[in-house]
C-alpha cells in the first residue's frame, strides 16, 4: 500500500481544524508550528513535481489551498544562488526546511517605519521553523546557503500567499507592490486513498482486488 502523500494530508487536516477553532495569531503560531513540525520530520512524502529545482530562480509551488483561503501551503524550492528580495508579508507565515539549509537576512523597521537590514543573518536547517508576521517581524530577505544542492522549504500562510499584495525593496531600497502568485499549475492528489482502503477490506470479509482497467 502506498500512501505517500498522507503526511501532507495529515497536515492540511490539522491546519483546516486549526483555523476553524482559532483565529488569534499566537495561537495559530504555536499549533502551527507543533503541526509543520511533525511534516519536515518527513522528507520522503513531497512528490518529484514539488521539489524542482528552477534554473533561473527559486520556485514557489502551490501544495494546498484552503477552500476560504484561511492558509495556504508552499514548497520553496532552491537551487544554488537563488534568493528572494527583501519582502514582507503581510500575514502570518511559518517556515519550516525540509532539505538543504536557507539563509536568512534579518530586516526591522525604523522609526519612519522604513525596513532596514539589521546586518544579523542566521541560516535555517532541515527541522529549524521561523515564524514571520506584521506582530512578529514581517521584512527578510532568503536565499540558499548551499553552493551544489537544492534546498526546500515548506511554507505555510494566513491567506491564500501567492494571490496577496504585499511589497518588496528594489535595487534602490524603495518599496513596491508585487504579487507572487505559483509556479505550479497543478495541485498534489492528497485525496486519492483508495489504495489504502481497499488494502483494508470490508469490516467483515475478505480484502476486495483491486478493479480492472476500465471497472471504475
Ligand atoms: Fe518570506
Known amino acids: 500500500m502506498s500512501d505517500a502523500i498522507a503526511p ?5 487536516v490539522g491546519m483546516t481544524q486549526l483555523v476553524g477553532r482559532s483565529s488569534d495569531e499566537r495561537t495559530l503560531l504555536a499549533e502551527g508550528r507543533a503541526l509543520l513540525k511533525g511534516l519536515i520530520a518527513d522528507d520522503a512524502w513531497l512528490p518529484a513535481a514539488f521539489s524542482a529545482a528552477r534554473k533561473d530562480r527559486y520556485a514557489q509551488y502551490l501544495l494546498h489551498a484552503d477552500a476560504l483561503e484561511r ?3 508552499v514548497s520553496f524550492v532552491w537551487g544554488p544562488g537563488h534568493r528572494t528580495p527583501v519582502h514582507n508579508h503581510t500575514v502570518w507565515g511559518l517556515v519550516g526546511v525540509l532539505r538543504g539549509a536557507e539563509r536568512c537576512d534579518e530586516f526591522a523597521l525604523d522609526a519612519a517605519g522604513q525596513p532596514q537590514g539589521t ?3 542566521h541560516v535555517m536547517l532541515p527541522g529549524d521553523i521561523e515564524a514571520v ?9 532568503v536565499s540558499s546557503a548551499l553552493p551544489d544542492e537544492v534546498s526546500i522549504s515548506i511554507h505555510v500562510y494566513g491567506a491564500n500567499i501567492g494571490a496577496v499584495r504585499r511589497e ?10 508585487f504579487v507572487s502568485g505559483y509556479d505550479s499549475e497543478m495541485l498534489p492528489n492528497l485525496w486519492d486513498r483508495s489504495a489504502a482502503v481497499r488494502s483494508q477490506g470490508p469490516a467483515d470479509g475478505p480484502a476486495p482486488t483491486t478493479p480492472a482497467a476500465g471497472a471504475r
Open 8 to 12: 501532507l494530508r495529515d497536515f492540511v
Open 71 to 73: 492558509f495556504s501551503v
Open 119 to 121: 546586518g544579523r543573518h
Open 133 to 141: 508576521s506584521p506582530t512578529v517581524g514581517d521584512w527578510h530577505r
Open 168 to 177: 518588496r525593496l528594489d535595487e534602490q531600497g524603495r518599496r513596491i507592490d
